[in-house]
């Protein structure tokens, strides 16, 4: 599924917010509900660099999580989401993939 993060997501997007955050906004248009939320994990640890283990996992219609594994530029979102987060100004449209074609076995 391809999802836009518009100049308009992150205008209106809640800092800190994992269900209205800018790129929350965009893959609610993209898959069509209202009930996404993102969540970013720190690793449990007092050392300064934080971004070693840093995760993140997408939730939509509280049935499907995404990880690592089926986003693409998930480094790229990490990112922006710190930067987003901390109302840091040069956040910028882009564009991702969320893989949805996983099967189950």
Do not use: Q
């Not at 609610?28 to 509900?33: D, E, L, M, N, P």
């Not at 956040?91 to 996983?102: A, G, H, L, S, Y």
């Amino acid at each position: 599924m391809k999802v836009n993060v518009s100049k308009k997501d992150i205008d209106n997007g809640v800092c800190g917010d994992g269900r209205e955050c800018a790129v929350a906004l965009a893959i609610r248009r993209a898959f069509k509900t209202d009930d996404v939320f993102i969540a970013v994990y720190y690793p449990d640890t007092d050392e300064e660099d934080e971004s070693d283990g840093k995760y993140m996992s997408i939730r939509i219609d509280d049935t499907e999580d995404y990880g690592e594994r089926y986003i693409d530029k998930y480094d790229h979102i990490l990112n922006f989401l710190d930067w987003f987060d901390n109302s840091l100004d040069g956040c910028e449209p882009f564009k991702f993939n969320i893989d949805t074609t996983r099967t189950t076995i």
